[in-house]
C-alpha cells in the first residue's frame, strides 16, 4: 500500500512541474494571426515544448481568418484542407501533446499564398529540468 501510494506521489511530482511549466504563447503577439506578418522571425527566437500552448494562440477577427492544422506539403504549397476542419473561433487554443515539426495555414481567400499567412514550428519533448540552485554555504 505505501509503495502504491509513493509511486502515485512520484508520478504527480515529475508530471506536474512539467505541466506547470508550459509556456502559453500568442501567435503574432499584439498583431495576432493576421495577414502580411512574418511568422517565421516570430517563431525564430522561441523554443516549444509538449505541454505548451499556443494559447488563444491564433487570435483573429472571426470570418476574416481561420485556422488549418496541415502537413508540410500542404504547407509549402497552401492547400486547404476541407472546411469543416478549420479552427474558427478567433481565439483558438492548440496544447502540443507529440513532439514533431508542425504546420498552420490560414484558408481564408489567398491569405496563405499572396499574404503569408501561415505558421511552421518544431516541437520539442518535454521540457528539461531547471538546474538544481547552488549549494548555500553557511559559514
Do not use: R
Not at 29 to 45: L, M, P, R, S
Amino acid at each position: 500500500m505505501a509503495s502504491t501510494q509513493f509511486v502515485a506521489l512520484a508520478i504527480v511530482a515529475v508530471v506536474l512541474p512539467t505541466v506547470a511549466m508550459a509556456t502559453q504563447y500568442i501567435v503574432g503577439d499584439e498583431q495576432g494571426w493576421t495577414i502580411n506578418y512574418d511568422y517565421e522571425v516570430w517563431a525564430k527566437g522561441k523554443t516549444f515544448y509538449v505541454g505548451d500552448q499556443i494559447a488563444s494562440i491564433f487570435k483573429y477577427i472571426p470570418g476574416n481568418h481561420n485556422v488549418f492544422k496541415v502537413n508540410e506539403t500542404a504547407f509549402e504549397d497552401c492547400i486547404k484542407p476541407p472546411p469543416n476542419e478549420a479552427l474558427t473561433s478567433g481565439n483558438d487554443t492548440i496544447t502540443f501533446v507529440v513532439p514533431g515539426n508542425k504546420w498552420y495555414i490560414c484558408g481564408v481567400s489567398d491569405h496563405c499564398a499572396d499574404y503569408g499567412q501561415k505558421l511552421a514550428i518544431t516541437v520539442n519533448d518535454f521540457m528539461p529540468p531547471a538546474p538544481a540552485p547552488s549549494p548555500i554555504s553557511w559559514q
